[in-house]
């Protein structure tokens, strides 16, 4: 299932447009620091603070492009248990090779086909999108992971947890009793 992307006009992402028309053949590289505000183009507010950098490496040829983005960084964010905002370390690539055609078409995991005309390419949904699928879907707090987060919720989770609340009457309960008898009378 894709998700609709929502941005702004061009004119807030020339950042992220590559002219390439104007470049020789060859390799080339570009560097981008990722923050909230590049997250506002999409109308994303998913994260409460960002910092990411990303590297974009173009190779050009005579007949196609091969666009390698990287990210690394981090998102913070709250956690899907406690609601406690932590920071959540992320990394992601995206390779793609770009094709010339009639009319632009992206349908393909990895490949994008260019009008013949085009002579620019804004790789800000690309970027968007690499992103926001290097965070994990269930983030969880690391405190939660190894019990030194303090917390009213989870303290009330806790309480209301049935397997926690009744291992005493478990561990007492005669018929369990009986069958661990009968596991250790081979």
């Not at 603070?49 to 590297?55: E, Q």
């Amino acid at each position: 299932m894709q998700a609709e992307i929502d941005w702004k006009p061009m004119e807030m992402n020339k950042e992220f447009i590559i002219p390439f028309a104007g470049l020789k053949l060859g390799k080339h590289q570009f560097r981008y620091q990722i923050s909230n505000s590049f997250f506002e183009l999409f109308n994303y507010e998913e994260f409460n603070s960002s910092k990411i950098d990303v590297t974009a490496d173009l190779e050009k040829t005579s007949t196609i492009m091969e666009l390698t983005l990287k990210a690394e960084g981090s998102v913070n964010v709250n956690c899907d248990l406690s609601r406690e905002p932590y920071d959540q370390p992320l990394s992601g690539e995206l390779d793609l090779v770009i094709k010339f055609g009639d009319e632009y078409d992206d349908d393909y995991e990895d490949i994008v086909v260019l009008p013949h005309s085009e002579h620019q390419l804004d790789i800000s949904h690309f970027i968007y999108e690499m992103i926001v699928l290097a965070v994990p879907q269930k983030r969880i707090h690391p405190g939660v992971i190894d019990g030194s987060l303090k917390s009213e919720l989870l303290d009330k989770l806790r309480d209301l947890d049935p397997s926690g609340s009744n291992d005493q009457e478990k561990r007492n309960d005669p018929r369990w009793d009986a069958l661990k008898k009968l596991l250790t009378n081979k």
